[in-house]
């Protein structure tokens, strides 16, 4: 099935900072989909990016799609603790499945 | 007023043992999926069913066995459990198919196999 690679696999960041995960395809995906999981709870559905070159903006989250639709990043500025979860990217293909990045884990120091 | 809702939320049993998860979804959706999360948090489907017809069925031993009665209900029967089934089980559902569509997942079911 389709592959998704995720990196960093574990960011660890200090309040304050930013970073960014990133998401890469060897193929051309149909669409890309980023979710959030806070431990001990259950992956929640952030946006979905379609077209190629796509930027969207959640408040501190910025999400793009690459031109070629095979890679997709996240970057979050400015850091804080509520931003603690694993970050999921999902890449939805052609075969009615949605397949997972295997997640950057998002730990922040105070 | 929960959109997407598993039972049990837990479940520990011994190896050999049969038990079964229900999904329950209230959002109207077609589409409804089975997740098992590993202790690496990776998220593999196993199954999919699209207004009770299976779509998808990954590489999964035949102990697991879903069931659709309807397009708002999906439960999975685990027949001779493992150690190795030990994990979180995500129900999820969506309007249409999986691949374009986002998906609204429960709480899980965390599983340990004794």
């Known amino acids: 099935g389709q592959q998704v690679m995720q990196i960093p696999q574990y960011q660890h960041v200090q309040e304050g900072e930013d970073f960014t995960t990133y998401c890469n395809s060897s193929t051309t995906l149909s669409n890309i989909q980023w979710y959030k999981q806070r431990p001990g709870g259950h992956p929640v559905f952030l946006i979905q990016?379609?077209?190629?070159?796509e930027v969207k903006k959640q408040k501190r989250l910025t999400f793009q799609f690459g031109e070629a639709k095979k890679n997709s990043s996240l970057h979050i500025t400015a850091t804080q603790t509520t931003d603690v979860g694993t970050y999921f990217c999902a890449a939805g293909t052609h075969d009615y499945k949605l397949s997972f990045g295997a997640g950057t884990t998002v730990t922040v120091r105070a | 007023d929960t959109a997407v809702s598993q039972t049990p939320k837990y479940l520990v049993t011994q190896m050999g043992n049969d038990k079964s998860i229900k999904c329950e979804q209230n959002l109207g959706h077609d589409t409804m999926y089975w997740y098992k999360q590993d202790s690496k948090k990776f998220l593999k489907i196993m199954f999919s069913y699209n207004n009770k017809e299976l779509i998808i069925n990954e590489t999964v031993p035949n102990r697991f066995s879903p069931k659709s009665p309807d397009k708002a209900h999906l439960n999975l029967h685990i027949n001779s459990l493992e150690l190795g089934d030990s994990a979180v089980y995500f129900c999820?559902?969506?309007?249409?198919?999986?691949?374009?569509?986002?998906?609204?997942f429960g709480d899980g079911t965390r599983l340990s196999i004794l």
């Open positions: 990016l379609v077209k190629s070159g």
């Open positions: 999820a559902s969506s309007h249409g198919t999986g691949g374009g569509q986002p998906q609204h």
